[in-house]
Nanobody, 114 residues
Framework: QVRLVESGGGLVQPGGSLRLSCEAS????????MSWYRQAPGMGRELVAH????????RYSDSVKGRFTISRDNAKSTVYLQMNSLQPGDTAVYYC???????WGQGTQVTVSS
């Protein structure tokens, strides 16, 4: 079955960096676009970044543009989210999502605090 497993979250100080990973299994990863979403406490889930199958088409939310970078390694069935210049407003649970499969990972907590 489709499985998405995120890792790499944690506690970081403002201005710091984290790299999230999402390892996929149960489907042909290279054939599917992938996304990262996040959900802050009391808020809805919002799209952070999206990447096409081969990585040639990428888009970001305005709130993370210039600070976050999405990438993928199809040989490893993994999608990444490099997060730099983190701010307290980036605190959320981050989810990996395969839109065409409507499948979500379990999420990984990112907390930005001094």
């Amino acid at each position: 079955q489709v499985r998405l497993v995120e890792s790499g979250g944690g506690l970081v100080q403002p201005g710091g960096s984290l790299r999230l990973s999402c390892e996929a299994s149960g489907f042909t990863f290279s054939a599917y676009a992938m996304s990262w979403y996040r959900q802050a406490p009391g808020m809805g889930r919002e799209l952070v970044a999206h990447i096409s199958t081969a990585g040639y088409s990428i888009r970001y939310s305005d709130s993370v543009k210039g600070r976050f970078t999405i990438s993928r390694d199809n040989a490893k069935s993994t999608v990444y989210l490099q997060m730099n210049s983190l701010q307290p407003g980036d605190t959320a649970v981050y989810y990996c999502y395969a839109p065409a499969l409507t499948s979500w990972g379990q999420g990984t907590q990112v907390t930005v605090s001094s």
